[in-house]
């Protein structure tokens, strides 16, 4: 058993701490398990609470530019108010519910390049402590997967998947942040739109699926976005290759004003994509690893593969560097 940190706020003789994490990704509005691993250091300490925090990497749009930043984005308190006796060696084990829009950072087990974390907090006699990140590996939920899934039997590619900081307008969101999925067209639509985004916004109630075009623009005409909103049940049965199809088709004509894209307080799903305060799509895409990966239709439906000589472990490396790299100065 290795203790990740001596945590420093109690000094020299305090106890250590470990979150373990359950195997298997979790998927959002389902269950996170696995147990606080404690080590009591040279004399009793009283535990008051034990809490995990969420946290993401997300880009944040500002007048300087664009940079990223750690978002807290839920808590929850697993255990406490007991004491633990010099060098005992406890387990406390949890399971809580994460939110529905929490990210997908996986698909069939090959990362998408998008990080979360899950850090422990120990309050130990009036001190209070935050541990190290540990990287949280999300699924996408059923929905999700068979639409990526369609994507894919349609010809469309990953390009990269990240967080931005903001709201959607017209939707459910409940985050201060959602999840962007940026896809290359197929060979169908790839004279007539450079890229489009996908975000999923989960509910108990089923899920919103956001599409949004960057159109190639004509002789004449400059290029500009489009936006559209489709919403399905968790397990709806549908032909999901032609389901996705049209919802492209209806995407590529639907005609929306090019203009700011900023913070959208209309009801309207189609008033635009609200992405808290950024320009257009211009420059604000991130390169990185993500970008060497490419989504293709397999034996086993939808797979992440690797092209250019990039590999999934390169991605896992920008995770940990993240996570090292880390202070506590996340935005709450």
């Known amino acids: 058993m290795v203790f990740k940190r001596l945590l420093g706020s109690l000094g020299v003789g305090g106890p250590t701490v470990d979150t373990v994490l359950d195997p298997g990704p979790a998927r959002p509005g389902g269950a996170l398990t696995g147990e606080v691993r404690l080590k009591g250091g040279s004399a009793d300490f009283d535990i008051e ?59 069939h087990g090959q990362p998408l390049g998008v990080v979360l974390g899950v850090r422990t907090e120990l309050s130990v006699a009036g001190a209070r402590d935050k541990g190290d990140l540990d990287p949280l590996a999300v699924g996408p939920l059923p929905a999700q997967e068979a639409i990526l899934e369609a994507l894919g039997g349609l010809g469309f590619g990953f390009r990269s998947a990240d967080l931005e900081y903001g709201r959607i307008g017209g939707t459910g969101q409940q985050l201060p942040f959602y999840q962007e999925i940026e896809i290359t067209p197929s060979p169908q639509y790839a004279h007539q ?24 623009g004509g002789f004449l005409s400059g290029g500009h976005d489009a936006l559209t909103r489709f919403t399905v049940g968790h397990h709806e049965v549908r032909d999901w290759n032609t389901e996705v199809d049209g919802w492209i ?84």
């Open 193 to 216: 739109v450079n890229e489009i985004e996908v975000t999923f916004l989960a509910s108990p109630a089923g899920l919103e699926v956001v599409l949004e075009a960057d159109k190639r």
């Open 49 to 107: 609470h034990i809490t995990l925090e969420l946290v993401a990497r997300v880009e944040i749009e500002h007048e300087e530019g664009e940079s990223e930043g750690g978002v807290a984005f839920d808590r929850f308190t697993v255990g406490g108010g007991f004491r633990l006796a010099e060098g005992e060696e406890r387990a406390v084990p949890f399971s809580v519910t994460l939110p529905w829009e929490t990210p997908v950072t996986e698909l």
């Open 249 to 332: 088709r209806r995407l590529i004509e639907h005609r929306a004003s090019y203009g700011t894209h900023g913070a959208h307080v209309s009801g309207d799903p189609y008033a635009g994509h609200g992405h808290g305060g950024h320009d257009g799509h211009e420059g604000h895409h991130r390169s990185g690893p993500g970008m060497g990966t490419v989504v293709a239709a397999g034996a086993a439906g939808l797979a992440v593969g690797v092209v250019g000589g990039m590999v999934a472990a390169e991605v896992v490396d920008e995770v940990g560097d993240f996570f090292e790299g880390d202070d506590e100065g996340d935005e709450g």
